[in-house]
Nanobody, 126 residues
Framework: QVQLVESGGGLVQPGGSLRLSCEAS????????MGWYRQAPGKQREWVAT??????????DAVKDRFTISVISRDNSKNTVTLQMNSLKPEDTAVYYC?????????????????WGQGTQVTVSS
């Protein structure tokens, strides 16, 4: 099992910045990617960004060039990623969820699991 805890949400004016953090604990050795999703009221959950442990960060079109995902730490007991959000717009208002993808077992037939945090509210408003 992997546990994810987000922090850093809040209220910010349009054009402002916020930084979200996500700390993963538990079976972190099985994690091979972490990222962020968001869900605005009345809308489906939307992918924001992913950082694979092997490879480069990827971003959704709505946040590309404004948001940056970074790995702060990766060790045997705890992984931490952040999402730096700049030039925020009212349409960025949503609950932001941290996501971790885990894989384990034989390469030819791995087991996979997705883990989610409880979410943190980001509100962009004047």
């Amino acid at each position: 099992q992997v546990q994810l805890v987000e922090s850093g949400g809040g209220l910010v004016q349009p054009g402002g910045s916020l930084r979200l953090s996500c700390e993963a604990s538990g079976r972190t050795r099985s994690i091979d990617a972490m990222g962020w999703y968001r869900q605005a009221p009345g809308k489906q959950r939307e992918w924001v960004a992913t950082m694979p442990w092997r490879g480069s960060a990827n971003y959704g079109d709505a946040v590309k060039d404004r948001f940056t995902i970074s790995v702060i730490s990766r060790d045997n007991s705890k992984n931490t990623v952040t999402l730096q959000m700049n030039s925020l717009k009212p349409e960025d208002t949503a609950v932001y969820y941290c996501h971790a993808r885990a894989s384990w077992g034989p390469i030819e037939a791995p087991s996979n699991a997705d883990y989610w945090g409880q979410g943190t509210q980001v509100t962009v408003s004047s």
